[in-house]
């Protein structure tokens, strides 16, 4: 076919035949005009640069655009992710896994040896959004191990077992266990001491060991032990003054608002005040101060009173206590301290009718 443009007239349509705006038969013209002109051709792909550079920096754009997108996502999802799988982790190890309980944790509840020489206990976690599950037990040289781990409620869990049983008693968070003790010396719950050799623990023991102090003068270690032994609940509001200048050292506990002194109170101070006397390794003297009246007591006298109340124990109940010398030893075990609590209940406060006669302060 022959080449009628000349090159004026193609020159004058490049520009649209480079945007591909021409008809089909004005661009096929336009083609072979470019077959057979150098010139024209040359001037066409100079036109046609430009506009494919000025392409390239858009298609550069758009895939930026593209890949920063999917990191935004990427980064998304990864923080979801991490989220599920922290508070997976939280829930699994909170609900599920649970953890090993401190022995300060464990409340015991209701615990006494029947007739048949079974220790029977309710066994719970003072933390009251969590329980103990998976109790276990192992027995060695005649100490019985329980081990369990420290649970978070389900408090799904809880409510459908509440309206599944019904009733006042409702969801259970506490552990029933009856413990037979032929052959055992010693009872431990997640490592709570809760029985040893015949005698059941109290918690209050156990606090009260932990608050032991060596030094009559550490006022503020003084102050936790009243108020560990409820001083201020029993007896009334009182002020504590120390003597430690010289020999014997003295706790003076002063009651100024205290009702008038009955048998009943002096039988509350004297087994307040010996249980003070075992506390404090250099203890001499307690001395209780009353509105109308005043009394101590001494270590010598607190020790004399209990190994005779040791003695008439032993004859009573067919047991073989040993009898201390001194009341400070009473505060070398928790078995020790239990029996000495025991001893001052029988008798100070008349829970068994065992009387020993004691001189009044």
């Given at each position: ?12 349509l ?29 001037r ?22 593209r890949?920063k997108?999917?990191?935004?996502h990427k980064?998304?999802?990864a ?8 508070v ?7 609900f599920?896994?649970g ?18 020489n ?19 037990a192992?027995?060695?040289d005649?100490?019985l ?15 459908f077992?509440r ?37 059941v ?8 060991l ?27 509001r ?27 109170t002096?039988?509350?101070?004297r ?23 005043s ?12 190994a ?7 004859d009573?109940?067919a ?16 078995l ?5 609590v ?7 406060l ?8 004691v001189?009044?302060?």
């Amino acid at each position: 076919m022959k080449n009628d443009l000349t090159c004026g007239v193609v020159r004058d349509l490049l520009p649209s035949y480079v945007e591909n705006l021409l008809g089909e038969e004005a661009k096929e013209a336009v083609d072979r005009h470019l077959e057979t002109c150098p010139e024209c051709r040359e001037r066409k792909e100079a036109m046609a640069a430009p506009a494919e550079e000025a392409a390239e920096p858009e298609k550069e754009v758009d895939y930026l655009k593209r890949v920063k997108k999917g990191t935004v996502h990427k980064i998304v999802l990864a923080v979801v992710c991490t989220v599920l799988l922290v508070v997976g982790g939280y829930l699994l190890k909170e609900f599920v896994i649970g953890r090993t309980p401190d022995a300060e944790h464990i409340s015991i509840d209701f615990a006494q040896v029947d007739e048949h020489n079974n220790l029977t206990l309710l066994a719970d976690t003072y933390w009251g959004a969590y329980e103990l599950r998976g109790m276990k037990a192992v027995t060695k040289d005649g100490v019985l191990t329980y081990t369990a781990r420290e649970v978070r409620v389900n408090l799904f869990q809880a409510l459908f077992m509440r309206d599944k049983i019904g009733g006042m008693e409702g969801y259970q968070k506490q552990i029933s266990l009856s413990i037979p003790l032929d052959g055992l010396t010693e009872v431990w719950i997640c490592g709570r001491l809760v029985w040893q050799d015949g005698v059941v623990i109290d918690r209050d023991t156990l606090l009260l060991l932990d608050a032991k102090t060596p030094y009559c003068g550490d006022a503020p270690a003084l102050g936790n032990i009243a108020k560990l032994l409820q001083v201020g609940s029993r007896i009334g509001r009182y002020n504590i003054s120390l003597q430690t200048s010289e020999r014997p050292y003295r706790w003076t506990l002063e009651f100024e608002d205290a009702e008038e002194t009955t048998s009943a109170t002096w039988g509350m101070s004297r087994f307040l005040g010996y249980q003070m006397l075992a506390l404090v390794e250099n203890l001499d003297e307690v001395s209780f101060r009353y509105p109308s009246s005043s009394g101590f007591f001494t270590a010598e006298i607190a020790s004399n009173s209990l190994a005779r109340l040791t003695e008439v124990y032993n004859d009573k109940h067919a047991t073989s206590w040993p009898v201390h010398e001194s009341i400070k030893e009473y505060a070398e075990s928790p078995l020790e301290y239990q029996r000495m609590v025991k001893l001052l209940e029988e008798m100070f406060l008349g829970t068994s009718g065992t009387t020993v006669t004691v001189a009044r302060p």
